[in-house]
């Protein structure tokens, strides 16, 4: 007998109308499946719930109770879900055509949102800067797979009104340009956010004769003066117009040198970690008034306490010292969420002491409207030609491991294309398909089945 392999057919009971399109994308482009969308309604959310199978064969038919675990509350959930059905059925044609027509799927596990964010970061500031279309395909891939959030690493590559220079020849970004990425986005339930430096590494900005007074080093503004600051107040307006969301990533990750002078001593890491506190609440007040909520990377407030300006000095997570690490943190804004970033380590035990010791500089972290804690992991893109799989794979399961033991809700990980985005992007997809399905995946399975279950997806909407 000839094999005849089914098309699955889903209903969408209800969408937000700004969900349609991406809905319509994925049944043009996915063979196999076929959504029956009828005229749109208005909902405020749509569930995993809402896209019922009707080919009980391949895809058996079920509905979940108005208060059941499908119930999850979110666009990105219920295209998520969507991917999920894609991986279903292309796994049982798989097994199908190998093992007759009865056999199972190899693993099936109940997906739970634990998580609030599950990001990718992209790092467009080293060239080979991704056109509109190539992030609208990522945006669709990402829901598919699990993520709710893009972040954008743009540095100056963003279209500055009177500032010609502003990421010159570099492949920067117009007004229109961002708005359309972030429809790409949203149309998939995404949120993109935008991810900028407000510190350092600013030194494709200030090698131009025009920003020398703002330079204190040769990557890092001055602070003592207003300039550099109007300046990131028409860089955060220019966001704020672009996109819908009103988070900013305001970087501030690796300040080495701040006042050489006052280097030395217990005094010297007071005034050094005085200035990047003044700077932290100086740059959160001008979201403010904006409208966004700042995220910012924390090692400033543990490095600078090293002496060896080491982020995961061991020395400095033991005791007294950890306590030493929180004071004078309190005056920091409430609103402003903290991004412990860790890419190195294999151990889940390293990470969960660092997200414990992140206590004494968070109020009420992971609960209510107070700062928060965000976890970024890494992708391993950076110098090289291909994604470092195995590192990647390693780092991101011991991370997310941590995070989930330790309550953590928001983790990205990161595509960072150091020194001149020479990586293939694509090469990374793996990683990104494994960080989505671990975060999804209960605590309880192992490593290896989280990934065989990514691989599976990452093939079946690739």
């Known amino acids: 007998d000839t094999l005849h392999l089914s098309t699955c057919t889903y209903q969408v009971i209800a969408a937000p109308p700004e969900l349609l399109p991406g809905l319509r994308r994925v049944t043009e482009e996915y063979k196999g499946i076929e959504l029956k969308i009828p005229g749109s309604r208005s909902h405020e959310t749509v569930r995993a719930a809402s896209i019922v199978g009707v080919d009980s064969e391949i895809c058996p038919e079920t509905v979940a109770d108005e208060k059941g675990p499908e119930d999850t509350g979110s666009a990105a959930d219920a295209f998520y879900g969507l991917g999920q059905l894609l991986t279903a059925k292309a796994e049982r044609d798989s097994h199908r055509q190998t093992a007759g027509s009865h056999c199972d799927p190899p693993h099936d596990f109940e997906h739970r949102a634990d998580m609030t964010m599950i990001g990718m970061m992209l790092d467009v500031s080293r060239g080979k800067v991704p056109r509109v279309a190539t992030v609208e395909r990522m945006a669709q891939m990402l829901a598919l797979g699990g993520f709710s959030h893009i972040l954008l690493y743009m540095e100056d590559m963003i279209q500055l009104e009177g500032e010609p220079m ?3 020849l570099r492949g920067r970004y117009s007004p229109r340009e961002l708005q359309e990425m972030d429809d790409a986005a949203q149309q998939y339930g995404l949120e993109l956010i935008p991810c900028i430096q407000s510190f350092g590494h600013l030194e494709q900005v200030l090698q131009w004769p025009r920003f020398a007074k703002m330079r204190d080093s040769r990557y890092r503004i001055r602070t003592d003066t207003s300039a550099p600051y109007n300046l990131l107040d028409r860089i955060l307006a220019t966001l704020a117009a672009s996109l819908r969301s009103r988070r900013v990533h305001i970087g501030l990750d690796e300040p080495f040198g701040i006042d050489a002078q006052h280097a030395g001593g217990e005094n010297g890491a007071a005034h050094r970690q005085g200035v990047v506190r003044a700077h932290l609440k100086y740059v959160a ?3 403010k008034r904006h409208g966004l909520r700042p995220l910012a990377y924390s090692d400033p407030l543990f490095r600078l306490r090293s002496p060896d300006n080491n982020y995961y000095d061991l020395r400095m997570l033991q005791g007294d010292a950890v306590c030493r690490i929180g004071e004078g943190h309190a005056d920091l804004p409430e609103e402003l969420d903290m ?7 294999v151990e889940p035990r390293h990470y969960m002491t660092m997200i414990d010791k992140h206590a004494p500089i968070l109020h009420r972290w ?3 409207n107070g700062r928060q804690l965000v976890m970024a992991t890494g992708a391993w893109t950076w110098n090289r030609f291909w994604a470092s799989l195995p590192w990647a794979f390693g780092t991101i399961d011991a991370a997310l491991v941590a995070a989930k033991d330790r309550g953590v809700r928001q983790v990205f990980t990161c595509l960072w294309m150091d020194d001149a ?8 997809a793996p990683a990104l398909a494994f960080f989505a399905a671990r975060a999804w995946a209960p605590l309880s399975l192992t490593r290896q089945i989280v990934q065989e279950h990514a691989a599976a997806m990452g093939k079946a909407i690739a």
């Open 166 to 168: 502003f990421g010159h």
């Open 285 to 287: 007040q001008l979201c």
């Open 339 to 345: 991004v412990y970033w860790d890419y190195y380590h």
């Open 366 to 368: 992971g609960r209510g």
């Open 421 to 428: 985005a020479e990586v293939e992007l694509w090469s990374a």
